[in-house]
């Protein structure tokens, strides 16, 4: 019975209507107001910043940009290890994954609610020929 209704009001509700149809007003096409190409705009000027060189106790090559106008530190580790180092692709995506899923006394939750109490942003990536793990945070909070 039900769906004989819900039929029924289906029928009634697609059926023909007697309100006036409305015919769209033609729209003016514009005209152009200029008949050249405006010139390029000057490109702007551009410093790539200078990088400082060292390394760690370990042998690790760090490379460090210093940059005064925000309050942010930026680190990012990248291995020279990706997909293409592995038999199975799936295990470098894996592995970066996990390492974002809590350490210690942390669990995925845990280290989620620290980075948003720290103000910071952890992340891991793993391409096809390397793997990145990043950490943002504001210099306050290191």
Same mark, same amino acid.
């Given at each position: 019975?039900?769906?004989?209704? !819900?039929?029924? +009001? ?10 006036? =149809?409305?015919? /769209?007003?033609?729209?003016? &096409? ?32 760090? !490379?460090?940009? +210093? ?10 580790? =990248?291995?020279? /290890?990706?997909?293409?180092? &592995? ?41 096809l020929d390397g793997s990145t ?10």
């Amino acid at each position: 019975m039900m769906s004989q209704l !819900l039929l029924l +009001n289906t029928f009634i509700a697609c059926g023909p209507k007697d309100a006036p =149809v409305e015919t /769209a007003t033609p729209v003016e &096409t514009p005209t152009r107001k200029y008949s050249e190409k405006p010139t390029p705009l000057e490109a702007p000027s551009f410093t790539l910043p200078q990088l400082e060189r060292g390394e760690l106790s370990n042998g690790i090559p760090v !490379l460090v940009s +210093n940059n005064n106008e925000t309050p942010l530190v930026t680190v990012q580790i =990248v291995f020279n /290890a990706g997909e293409w180092n &592995t038999q199975n692709p799936q295990v470098a995506n894996a592995a970066m994954d996990m390492l974002t899923e809590g350490a210690g006394d942390y669990d995925a939750a845990g280290l989620s609610a620290e980075q948003r109490r720290l103000a910071a942003s952890l992340s891991s990536y793993a391409g096809l020929d390397g793997s990145t793990i990043g950490l943002s945070s504001l210099v306050k909070n290191l």
